[in-house]
């Protein structure tokens, strides 16, 4: 799977958008993106997933460029529950496994 | 929506005993299963895909005769921490396979388990 970057950690006040950007430079052609998110003491849970351009769904919004060597989630007015880990994974959807990176651990202000 | 049960929630053991950690896929079947390990403030850590019928594939660097894994059926696997250390201590998560694409995870709701 290709490597990921993401910023360790970042802090946001309720009502907020929030934009957590992930590096994939060695995405291959077959790869898609997915993003989990995890609360703590409990196991990751599926959050949005895209190829290409723009996915939305009712919890995010998921950007690409068109080089997808990066991807954006947005997070729309964060209340103090979105407080979790997000992963970003890059892989084929027919992979047998997934690896996870850092994540990044969203923290909301009231 | 596929849920995956994972029992027990949290465990303490005495160092030098067995843990048995159970996976259970309530809504459907899974092939496969994984396991993970996840220590504090860190990320999962896969540890081992556990394959019905057939032995599990360790992830390098995991003992396998220290964590036993059984996936008996197509709903149950288990992991048993054999000769439990403090350093065992950690969280414990499953997940399954419910479909294709990663959004086909589901993962269980994690075991702490403390090793004393």
């Known amino acids: 799977l290709a490597k990921t970057t993401q910023p360790i950690s970042m802090d946001s006040y309720e009502g907020q958008e929030v934009n957590i950007t992930c590096s994939h430079n060695n995405i291959a052609t077959n790869d898609y993106i997915t993003w989990y998110q995890q609360f703590p003491s409990q196991g990751p849970r599926f959050i949005i997933q895209?190829?290409?351009t723009k996915v939305t769904n009712e919890v995010a919004s998921l950007f690409i460029p068109a080089d997808r060597k990066s991807s954006t989630l947005s997070l729309p007015r964060v209340s103090l529950s979105d407080t979790a880990v997000y992963y970003c994974l890059v892989g084929q959807t027919g992979a047998n496994n997934l690896f996870f990176g850092t994540g990044t651990r969203l923290t909301v202000i009231p | 929506g596929a849920v995956v049960s994972q029992h027990p929630s949290r465990v303490i053991c005495k160092s030098g005993t067995s843990v048995k950690i159970e996976c259970r896929s309530l809504d459907f079947q899974a092939t496969t299963m994984f396991w993970y390990r996840q220590f504090p403030k860190q990320s999962l850590m896969l540890m081992a895909t556990s394959n019905e019928g057939s032995k599990a594939t360790y992830e390098q660097g995991v003992e396998k005769d220290k964590f036993l894994i059984n996936h008996a059926s197509l709903t149950l696997s288990t992991l048993t921490v054999t000769s439990a250390h403090p350093e065992d201590s950690s969280f414990y998560i499953c997940?399954?396979?419910?479909?294709?694409?990663?959004?086909?995870?589901?993962f269980g709701s994690g075991t702490r388990l403390t090793v004393v």
């Open positions: 895209g190829y290409k």
């Open positions: 997940s399954a396979r419910a479909g294709q694409g990663f959004y086909g995870y589901t």
